[in-house]
């Protein structure tokens, strides 16, 4: 099967399979037609063929400025793992917070993989520019992105998928899914939900911070 029927196949299965469990898609942005570039007689994915982003799941009420993940965030990292079982996933993206590392070592592990750290040190817009590259270094692959309720928003908006307001403190189960087209700009957006319920109103608030 030619790899751009391969991946949109992908997406809608990813998508079923998430309405399957604790959540439904409820957006889905096209853009355009998924595309491919034509290299001799191989084609090949200028950038990441897909791109899914989360933020870290819950984490415990201890452990400062650092925690690690609480015992519903583990069990929503294991959800993870589920929910990206035939994703095929090739590369996994966390800062270095225990909360994000911990989130995604969940599906490293599975994958057979070594998380790439990109650290959160100065300011948050070097920050996702360091992402964007670091996503960018993954020709035809798929990457997933472990971050925070104000950087996943960024991120996404700065892969070329819509502005999006930061994600609430109580948000965890969002998820962002980008079929990437041949310029590195997204072909389809999906934003849907994995995982456990979350409280009602978990997806409205007035604001958010990095957490």
Known sequence: MPTHLRLARLLSQLSVLLLGGAGSVHAAIAQSAPAMVQSGSAVVQSG????????HAEKATTGGNDPSLSEMGQARAKALVTALNDAGVSAVITTQYKRTSETGEAVATARNL?????AIAGTTA????AVVAAIRKHPGEVVLVVGHSNTIPAIVTALGGPKVPDLCDANYATMFVMHMGKDGT????????YGAAEPEGAETCTGSTMK
């Not at 070594?114 to 990109?118: A, G, L, N, R």
């Not at 070097?126 to 520019?129: L, N, P, T, V």
């Not at 997204?186 to 939900?193: E, F, I, M, Y």
């Open 126 to 129: 070097a920050h996702i520019e």
């Open 114 to 118: 070594k998380t790439e750290k990109i």
């Open 48 to 55: 990441p063929a897909m791109v899914v982003l989360v933020r």
């Open 186 to 193: 997204p072909a389809h957006v999906v934003r849907t939900r």
